[in-house]
Nanobody, 122 residues
Framework: QVHLAESGGGSVEPGGSLRLSCAAS????????MGWFRQAPGKEREGVAT????????FYHDSVKGRFTITQGVDKNTLYLQMDSLKPEDSAMHYC???????????????WGQGVQVTVSP
């Protein structure tokens, strides 16, 4: 059973930085996709960044390119999202996710963490 646990959310001023972490356990896939999604009140959930394990294939939402960086820990069981130059529109619940394939991220087989709140305000 895959379990994902996020940490590192919080409140910052515009232009600030936060680093989210996702600790994964129970993942038995040799190849898999992990990533970060976010959902603001009244809005659809959207993919922020994803990472495919063996091919290092990365995806970033256009709104975060050049500001956010997704990386994997040396132990392969931790996923990070470094968020720099944060904007108020980045405020949302941020969720860690895992699926066998990046193309299927968000389907009913996707595993989700409990989410962490990111708030960017003056």
């Amino acid at each position: 059973q895959v379990h994902l646990a996020e940490s590192g959310g919080g409140s910052v001023e515009p232009g600030g930085s936060l680093r989210l972490s996702c600790a994964a356990s129970g993942n038995t896939y040799n190849e898999y996709c992990m990533g970060w999604f976010r959902q603001a009140p009244g809005k659809e959930r959207e993919g922020v960044a994803t990472f495919f394990s063996t091919k290092d294939k990365l995806f970033y939402h256009d709104s975060v390119k050049g500001r956010f960086t997704i990386t994997q820990g040396v132990d392969k069981n931790t996923l990070y999202l470094q968020m720099d130059s944060l904007k108020p529109e980045d405020s949302a619940m941020h969720y860690c996710a895992l699926n066998r394939w990046c193309a299927l991220m968000g389907d009913r087989e996707t595993k989700w963490g409990q989410g962490v709140q990111v708030t960017v305000s003056p």
